[in-house]
C-alpha cells in the first residue's frame, strides 16, 4: 500500500506542473516472466508466466517522441524440473521472486501521434530507457515454507572474500507495443524485455561451493539451497559449474495498457483540429 500511495504522489504532482500538457496517466495490466539459468527461454514453460500491474506515466513531446515512466509490479519463477537436458534436471535447483521497477524510457513512434488530432491517433512504437528495480529470490523447504536465498550465500558469497549480490540492480528495458487513442482516452499492448546488470535474479550463477564450509559458516538451510541434486550429501561437487555466469538474467514486463490524456479539453474541439 505505501508504495501505491507513493505512486498517485507522483502522478499528483506531474499533473500539476507544466507537462500535464500532452501528458497521459495509465494502468498496465499484463504478465511478467524470467529467462536465466533456471528457464533458458522466456516461454518455454507458460505457466512461469505470472501476472502483472503497473502505473504508468506518458509525455507526448513530439508526434514521433515521447517519455514514458513506470512503476511495474510483477513475479518471476523458475525450476529445473521443466529443463530438457540431464544435468540441469539433476541439478533441481528452483526459485520465485518478485519485481519492484521504476523505469524511464524513450519511445518512438513510426507513425505521427498525436492524440488530440483524429486522424493521427495509432502508431506501433518502440522503447529503450533505464529501469531500477528490487527483487529477492526465495527457495522452498521440503515442508512448503520459503526462505530467502541471498543472505544464505548459496555459492559461498560472504566468505572468502565474496560479496553478496545486491538486491538493487538496473536494466536495460527494450520493446516495443501499439497505442490508439481515442481522444481522452487510449488503448494498448507492449511488450518489454530487460537485460539486467545481475546474473543473480535466480540466486545462480557460478559454482559450487565447499559443502562443508558452507555448512559450518550459514547452516543446513544455506546448503540444502545450495546444492540440491539427488546426491545431496556427496561433496564433490566442490567447484563444479552451478550456473552459467557469462551470461546476466533477463525479465519481462508485458500486457495491455489503458491511459487517459488530462490536456486541454479544447485540443479536442473540432475546430481546433481543422485548424491545426
Sequence with gaps: MKKVFISFIFIFFLQNTSFSQGSEYGLMVGASGYRGDLNPEFYSQLNLIKPAIG????YNFHPHYAWKFDLYYGNIEGSDQYASDA??????????SSITEVSGQLEFNFLSYRP??????????????????????QGE????????????????????????????????????????????????????????????????STKYPDKTALLARNGAEAAYFSD??????????KDRQR??????????FGGFTITLNLSNANAYCLPFQKKY
Design 87 to 96: 544435468y540441469s534436471k539433476n541439478r533441481n535447483l528452483s526459485f520465485r
Design 228 to 237: 540440491r541434486s539427488p546426491l545431496i550429501e556427496d561433496t564433490s561437487l
Design 116 to 137: 488530440e488530432h483524429a486522424r493521427e491517433r495509432f502508431s506501433p512504437y518502440i522503447f529503450s530507457g533505464l529501469s531500477v528495480f528490487s527483487f529477492n529470490p
Design 55 to 58: 502505473l504508468l506515466y506518458r
Design 243 to 252: 550456473g552459467n555466469s557469462q551470461n546476466n538474467d533477463w525479465y519481462m
Design 141 to 204: 523447504l521440503p515442508n512448503g515454507e520459503w526462505r530467502d536465498l541471498q543472505p544464505l550465500g548459496t555459492e559461498g558469497q560472504g566468505g572468502s572474500g565474496i560479496s553478496k549480490y545486491k538486491l538493487i540492480q538496473m536494466a536495460i528495458p527494450m520493446g516495443g507495443g501499439l497505442k490508439l487513442s481515442f481522444g481522452a482516452l487510449a488503448i494498448g499492448m507492449e511488450l518489454g524485455m530487460r537485460y539486467a546488470f545481475t546474473d543473480y535474479l535466480d540466486d545462480v
